[in-house]
């Protein structure tokens, strides 16, 4: 059987990783009316309106209610969580829902500190190279300064020449990847990701020098789940092990 990941966060911590993640992606706004009613004892709700960025909040017993999207609505709620008092058991119930994984109140060893593990799920990932995340996500402007210096040592010109550059507001010099050597535009594909044919699959040609961004991805099951990632699901592994 293989053992599941776990890691052990305090509440402090727990409460900066939701934090963050609410601020990573769009309005989850069904997640955030789940929570809203939770940490209100059902006093707030949350009424989401069909194709639209926001929500409505309302109070119970209060005809009056407040219309907020995007960050505004983000804002709000992140405003909630640092306001409520939490328990470990509040926090584990509330990271479950976040990180869609099981989360429980727990104790951790070394400091006796009160907090929530929450398993990551991680040991059910497995890429299948179906080639999504090199060809749908916005990695561009990712590439690290220790990636290009990585190639820079290696003499790797055949990616260097893929890298462009440009001037931060701080004047300093910063990488943008992939970058047509003829045109000096975005590449459409990463000009590193080839396609196998006869194993319906899609590789790497630098892979073991790939940048840091595509070696870390998916840096959590939910990370996965929410960029359209399918090594997290049954089928996609059990075509890996073909
Ligand atoms: S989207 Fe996921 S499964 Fe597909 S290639 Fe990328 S990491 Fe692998
Ligand atoms: S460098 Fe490799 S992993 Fe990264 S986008 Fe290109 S093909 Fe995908």
């Known amino acids: 059987m293989v053992s599941k990941e776990s890691i052990f966060l305090s509440i402090d911590q727990a409460l900066e990783a939701v934090s963050a993640d609410f601020q990573q992606y769009e309005p989850q706004i069904l997640l955030f009316a789940e929570i809203i009613r939770l940490i209100s004892g059902g006093n707030i709700f949350l009424k ?11 109070k119970v017993g209060q005809r009056k209610m407040q219309w907020l999207d995007g960050p505004d609505l983000v804002t709000y709620i992140c405003n909630m969580i640092v306001a409520t008092d939490w328990n470990p ?8 829902r976040v ?8 104790v951790d060893s070394a400091s006796g500190q009160a907090g929530v593990r929450i398993e990551t799920g991680m ?3 497995c890429c299948c190279q179906c080639g999504q ?31 462009g550059t440009h001037k931060k507001g701080n004047g300093r010099t910063a990488y943008r990847i992939w970058i047509r050597p003829d045109t000096k535009e975005l ?23 790939k940048p840091a961004i595509c070696r870390q ?26």
């Open 99 to 106: 990180f869609r994984t099981h989360a429980f109140p727990d």
């Open 187 to 209: 590449a459409e594909t990463c000009p590193f990701l080839q396609k196998n044919s006869s194993k319906n699959i899609w590789v790497c040609n630098i892979h073991d020098v």
């Open 89 to 96: 058991e509040l926090m584990a119930s509330i990271c479950s």
């Open 217 to 242: 991805y998916p840096v959590s099951r939910k990370h996965g789940l929410m960029t359209g990632c399918p090594g997290f699901n049954a089928q996609c592994r059990k075509s890996r092990k073909k």
């Open 48 to 58: 989401k309106e069909t194709q639209k960025n926001g929500a409505w909040i309302g």
């Open 133 to 163: 995340c090199c060809q749908a996500l916005e990695y561009h402007d990712q590439v690290t300064v220790k990636d290009v210096e990585r190639w820079q040592r290696l003499g790797r010109t055949d990616i260097l020449k893929w890298v």
């Open 123 to 125: 040991e059910t990932y």
